[in-house]
């Protein structure tokens, strides 16, 4: 079992970037896939980016397309969320998945292990 915890939030203006680190323990990250997720004030976690766990395969939202890269560091047993061009609606809590599938899905529920999330909150 994998414990997963994401880091790297906080303010960014709208024209921005921020990196999200989701840092797994327990087991290495390299052997689940992952998937990203935010979930706005009042809505639905809902899918932004994955990875699959050899690291060559990545999926990305339209939301999230030309602007978020997800990448995966085994060394240090992290994968992150680079996010360019934010914009006030990415604004929300966001949250990485991980699944011993293999492979990433845009399904919440494909996902057995979840960090407890990083806000990101983006002023125009």
């Known amino acids: 079992q994998v414990h997963l915890v994401e880091t790297g939030g906080g303010w960014g203006q709208a024209g921005g970037s921020l990196r999200l680190s989701c840092a797994a323990s327990g087991r290495a990250s390299s052997d689940y896939a992952i998937g990203w997720f935010r979930q706005a004030l009042g809505k639905e976690r809902v899918f932004l980016a994955g990875l699959s766990w050899r690291g060559d395969n990545t999926y990305y939202a339209d939301s999230a397309k030309g602007r978020f890269t997800v990448s995966r560091d085994s060394a240090k047993n992290t994968v992150y969320l680079d996010m360019n061009n934010l914009k006030p609606e990415d604004t929300g809590i966001y949250y990485c998945?991980?699944?011993?599938?293999?492979?990433?899905?845009?399904?919440?529920?494909?996902?057995?292990?979840w960090g407890q999330g990083t806000q990101v909150t983006v002023s125009s």
């Open positions: 998945g991980a699944t011993i599938k293999g492979y990433w899905s845009d399904k919440e529920s494909w996902y057995n292990q």
